[in-house]
């Protein structure tokens, strides 16, 4: 079971936090406090970190600072009312792997969860698979039912995308910021919407089941049949 750390000084926001994330089959410790996390994190195991910027003690800035200085290598997702340019850059630019602006959805946190847990960074696969589709890292060849796919530069970063992220729904804003590395906008939402339905179109083009599915509201997700 992941074991995540939750910092968020709002005791009811902390309370549903908690809960919700204990109902989505996570172990869940969680401070109020910037000055209680890295004694916490030296002598706890976590998989991962949901860190509020506004807090008591040392702010977020200041302790996600502090954990990447200390060593700590695993996932940490911001979770702020700041919704600033400059302050998502500056948390980005800190090491935090994600950033999620209040009010927020519980799914599309869970998601962000999902997809950051379950990258590897190290000693990754280089076949990736889903139902009857193939990816070939090493050699870039992708097939279905043994047929060749022909994709560009761009549609093959986004197909790997979502293979590593299979089964899991991915929103828009996470593609574009992990594989255009772009900041999040309205233009950018329709290139990946763009890039999804070319995609769907060579991986169907004989006849094959779809396999990227749309999360109403959220975003994508590349099911395993």
Known sequence: MPRLLVIEDQRKLLQSLKRGL???GYE????SNGDDVLPLVRSDQFDGVILDLMLPGQDGFTVLRELRRAGFPLPVLILTARDGI???VQGLDLGADDYLVKPFAMPE???R???RLRREPVGRETVLHASDLEMDLVTRKITRSGAAIELTRREFELLEYLLYNKNSTVTREMIARDVWKETWGSTLTNVVDVYIKVLRKKMEADGGARLIQTVRGLGYALRDE
């Open 22 to 24: 204990e109902q989505a």
């Open 28 to 31: 869940v410790a969680a401070v």
């Open 86 to 88: 400059d302050d998502r």
């Open 109 to 111: 946190l869970l998601a």
């Open 113 to 115: 969860l999902r997809a």
